[in-house]
């Protein structure tokens, strides 16, 4: 329900009366009385603020004009200070470096003066020694003064003396004119020997040292070559007619290079080709030496050249290589032709041997691969021959001290293993025919083997011996072995149980040089 206006209006005038009597009415009253007074205030103040404004505004022009001079005076100052420090730093330098030299220089003059103290030490202890020595000298002086009046008479004997050795001296240098002279004189005959001494060396063919590694290599390669091509022809099977033909064996048989008591039986056992290849290989090999292993080929036949050259180094080696060397010079084309003539010989007298054993082909095919053995041979022998050494081929059976034999390589498979197997034969073997020559160098003595040198050995030939043995017809009278089948059986011994595997010639160990 709402008041009415005069009841609103009523109550707010009482609310006014309550209000007057009331003492915060009075308070705020007195309040209102003031602020006129306040404004007054109020404005004086602003005026006042105003005054103190304007005078900080002058305060503050007057502080930046004092804070201006200010800074300019300090970047004058600092500026200043700079140059001053910068010439302050310049000047302590300068100073700093004087005192580094006059401390370096003090130092000098200490070490000058601690040396030239120590030196006057030296030189005063030096003058006190000088004037021991000098006291000693004085000494000496006076007992010398003293000998030489004693040695006065030993001077005139001096001076005769002397006049004597100048009359000796004298006759020294007359003797030492003549000596003199006598020595240009051998000079000139010395100088006179020398030309003829080149002269003499100009006439020799050039020898050559230390080439014995070198030579036995490529004779071990001749030889090599030579049984491979042997044994390449020879283990084929013969023909039958050739087999029953004994005259188609004459050639072979009957060769002066081949020893009467080998056996060669006319079959195709493995012991006969054996054999028929030993027998070839000792042809060979003496058809080399006969007409390839000369000294020289000055002659085209045979000569006593070589062994009067054997005698000659058993004597004097040096002497044999002088001649040597003198052969080896002397017209080189006949020479060439003359080896070339030596190995045309072998090449025809060893084939011709067993012509009608083998077949043309068979035939043709030996001759060629002989003459390339034989040049091999020839220009292994040119080493050897060039040698300042002596050495010579022999095909001696002569047995030395701890130098055996190597046993020749050939094929003991088969029938011809059982075969030898089935003879008996004392315990031992020895060497039945060389095949290969041991070199022997020959210095002022007897030759003395090099090589081992290759054979073949009794056991080798037992096979063979045995069939021949048994193929004989038994004597007429008394129904044993002919005559010459006892020959063979005497030339065979048992089977080695060591026996080579091939057939180089190497250096024996007891004659290395």
């Known amino acids: 329900m709402s008041a009415s206006p005069t009841q609103v209006l009523e109550a707010f005038v009482t609310n006014i009366r309550s209000l007057a009597s009331n003492d915060n009415y009075k308070a705020i009253a007195g309040a209102f009385d003031k602020i006129p007074q306040l404004n007054a205030e109020i404005s004086s103040k602003d005026t006042e603020i105003d005054s103190l404004k304007a005078e900080i505004t002058s305060l503050k022009a007057t502080h930046k004009n004092h804070v201006q001079e200010n800074l300019e005076t300090y970047c004058k100052q600092r500026d200043d200070f700079k140059k001053e420090k910068a010439q302050l730093s310049k000047k302590i330098s300068t100073l700093e470096a004087d005192i580094q030299e006059k401390v370096v220089t003090t130092t000098e003059h200490h070490q000058t003066e601690d040396l030239l103290r120590r030196q006057l030490d030296l030189a005063n202890k030096s003058l006190d020694e000088e004037k021991k020595t000098m006291m000693n000298a004085n000494a000496a002086i006076t007992k010398l003064q003293q000998s030489m009046k004693g040695k006065d008479t030993g001077i005139d004997k001096l001076r005769e003396g002397l006049h004597n050795e100048k009359a000796q001296v004298s006759k020294f240098q007359s003797q030492l004119q003549e000596t003199l002279k006598e020595k240009t004189s051998l000079e000139h005959e010395l100088q006179s020997s020398t ?33 491979r091509l042997v044994d390449s022809i020879f283990k084929e099977d013969l023909t039958e007619k050739c087999l029953r033909d004994t005259s188609a064996w004459k050639n072979l048989r009957d060769s002066p290079h081949l020893d009467r008591g080998l056996p060669l039986p006319q079959s195709n056992s493995p012991a006969a080709k054996n054999m028929r290849i030993a027998a070839i290989l000792a042809i060979l090999a003496r058809c080399i030496d006969l007409h390839v292993f000369q000294p020289s080929h000055l002659l085209d036949e045979e ?32 020479q060439a032709r003359n080896a070339a003539k030596g190995i045309e010989r072998v090449v025809r007298e060893v084939p011709w ?8 082909a068979q035939y043709d095919s030996f001759r060629l691969g002989l003459e390339h053995v034989v040049k091999q041979a020839y220009h292994a022998w040119q080493l050897i021959q060039s040698a300042t050494e002596k050495f010579e081929p022999l095909f001696k059976l002569k047995h030395f001290e701890g130098i055996e034999w190597q046993m020749l390589s050939l094929d003991e498979d088969g029938a011809g293993a059982k075969e030898q197997s089935m003879v008996q034969t004392p315990e031992g073997d020895e060497a039945l025919l060389v095949i290969f020559p041991r070199i022997y160098i020959i210095e002022d003595n007897e030759p003395e083997p090099i090589t081992h040198g290759v054979a073949l050995m009794k ?9 021949i043995e048994r193929r004989s017809p038994p004597s007429p009278t008394t129904g044993r072995p002919g005559p010459r089948s006892r020959a ?10 060591n026996g080579g595997n091939d057939f180089l010639s190497k250096r024996t160990p007891s004659a290395a040089h």
Do not use: Y
Request: glycine share 4%; net charge negative.
């Open 488 to 497: 063979i059986r005497s030339r065979t011994l048992s089977i080695s149980s």
């Open 303 to 334: 000569d006593e050249i070589r062994p009067l050259l054997v005698r000659q180094a058993m004597a004097n080696s040096k002497k044999e290589s002088f001649c040597r060397a003198v052969l080896l010079s002397m017209f080189s084309e006949d």
């Open 353 to 360: 041997c067993v012509r009608n054993l083998l077949s043309d």
């Open 459 to 467: 056991s080798q030939s037992i096979a063979a011996a045995a069939e």
């Open 195 to 227: 030309t003829r001494l080149r002269e003499i060396e100009g006439f020799t063919a050039k020898l050559h040292e230390g080439d014995e590694a070198v030579w036995i290599g490529r004779l071990d390669e001749v030889w090599e070559s030579a049984h």
